[in-house]
Nanobody, 119 residues
């Protein structure tokens, strides 16, 4: 089981970028999914999460600019990032709570995708 991110790259301040993350492998279901980021020299921080029912939660720093969504049929979560700022620069990681067996879910992390916002 492995979530795989895509969509990172270099973008100018004020621009937009869309990240995608698809979980592949053999599993029963995915409950929560989310995006985290880590800037150089900083700890990994929550960006946004979304439940299987579509309820979203955002870090204060991205509210009104970022939108998280998911397509359960495709086991995919998206992060639409608008009005990007240089402080949004970092490695963005996908996280998914995946049920491989019937005894509960486990956290799975993607390998990360770099987003660089130039001023």
């Amino acid at each position: 089981v492995q979530p795989v991110e895509s969509g990172g790259g270099l973008v100018q301040a004020g621009g937009s970028r869309r990240l995608s993350c698809t979980a592949s492998g053999s599993f029963i279901s995915i409950t929560g999914m989310g995006w985290y980021r880590q800037a150089p020299g900083e700890q990994r921080e929550l960006v946004a999460t979304i439940t299987s029912g579509g309820s979203a939660n955002y870090a204060d720093s991205v509210k009104g600019r970022f939108t998280i969504s998911r397509d359960n049929a495709k086991n995919t979560v998206y992060l639409q990032m608008n009005s990007l700022k240089p402080e949004d620069t970092g490695v963005y990681y996908c996280n998914a709570d995946i049920w491989v067996g019937v005894h509960g879910g486990s956290d799975y992390w993607g390998q990360g995708t770099q987003v660089t916002v130039s001023s």
